[in-house]
């Protein structure tokens, strides 16, 4: 590994880049939260015990400066954290979570279907001026790594279908096309996701 590069947990402090970061991957969270995105963001970010919590999301560094991140977490702490999430989400947005409730339930159904030791890939991304040089795949060790210690037999994403970067990334990986499905944000914007998995026993 280059020196350089080192990677770390998330701290409160990191919601920014959180932010920025994870609009890279999904930025399909706007049209959902539009206005109040970076702020729902942000409030789920310094949260513990949340799907979109600091404590599932490591940074890598390249000389000090934060290069990507990747929020990753195991199909127990989805099973422990989910319904707290959809609780905070409510509280951060209040009635206007009623317009995007159904949007929720539906990403929801489709979105994050895991088995009994998988671990999730949710969330990765890097920054343009640093893409290239292997941020993507140190990140993806890093989560690698984390699921063997607890015992995790796959590892699953989903990644938009259009994504031809990332799609390759992840096949280079190790990761397979298991399956194809398309969800509605609303009625002129669907989104086509491809889930991948890669067994690790």
Same mark, same amino acid.
């Given at each position: 590994?280059?020196?350089?590069?080192?990677?770390?947990?998330?701290?409160?402090?990191?919601?920014?880049?959180?932010?920025?970061?994870?609009?890279?991957?999904?930025?399909?969270?706007?049209?959902?939260?539009?206005?109040?995105?970076?702020?729902?963001?942000?409030?789920?970010?310094?949260?513990?015990?949340?799907?979109?919590?600091?404590?599932?999301?490591?940074?890598?560094?390249?000389?000090?400066?934060?290069?990507?991140?990747?929020? &990753?977490?195991?199909?127990?702490?989805?099973?422990? %954290?989910?319904?707290?999430?959809?609780?905070?989400?409510? +509280?951060? @947005? /209040? #009635?206007?979570?009623?317009?995007?409730?159904?949007?929720?339930?539906?990403?929801?159904?489709e979105l994050c279907k895991l088995a009994e030791s998988d671990y999730y890939i949710s969330n990765l991304a890097?920054?343009?001026?640093?893409?290239?040089?292997?941020?993507?795949?140190?990140?993806?060790?890093?989560?690698?790594?984390?699921?063997?210690?607890?015992? &995790?037999?796959?590892?699953?994403?989903?990644?938009? %279908?259009?994504?031809?970067?990332?799609?390759?990334?992840? +096949?280079? @990986? /190790? #990761?397979?096309?298991?399956?194809?499905?398309?969800?509605?944000?609303?009625?002129?914007?669907?989104?086509?996701?491809?889930?991948?998995?890669?067994?690790?026993?």
């Open positions: 590994m280059d020196p350089s590069f080192s990677l770390r947990q998330a701290q409160p402090e990191d919601g920014p880049d959180f932010s920025e970061l994870f609009l890279i991957s999904a930025p399909f969270f706007v049209e959902l939260f539009k206005d109040d995105t970076k702020r729902v963001l942000k409030d789920l970010f310094v949260s513990p015990r949340n799907l979109f919590s600091f404590q599932h999301v490591c940074f890598a560094e390249i000389d000090g400066q934060i290069a990507g991140m990747i929020l &990753s977490y195991s199909w127990e702490t989805h099973r422990k %954290e989910y319904l707290r999430t959809g609780r905070l989400f409510f +509280r951060v @947005l /209040g #009635f206007k979570m009623l317009r995007i409730f159904r949007v929720l339930l539906r990403l929801n159904a890097v920054y343009p001026r640093f893409r290239g040089i292997g941020i993507g795949r140190l990140l993806m060790g890093k989560a690698e790594e984390d699921a063997k210690k607890i015992g &995790s037999r796959r590892l699953v994403l989903e990644v938009e %279908e259009s994504n031809t970067v990332a799609l390759s990334l992840y +096949r280079k @990986l /190790g #990761f397979e096309v298991v399956e194809k499905f398309q969800t509605e944000l609303s009625k002129d914007h669907s989104l086509n996701f491809c889930r991948m998995i890669k067994p690790l026993v």
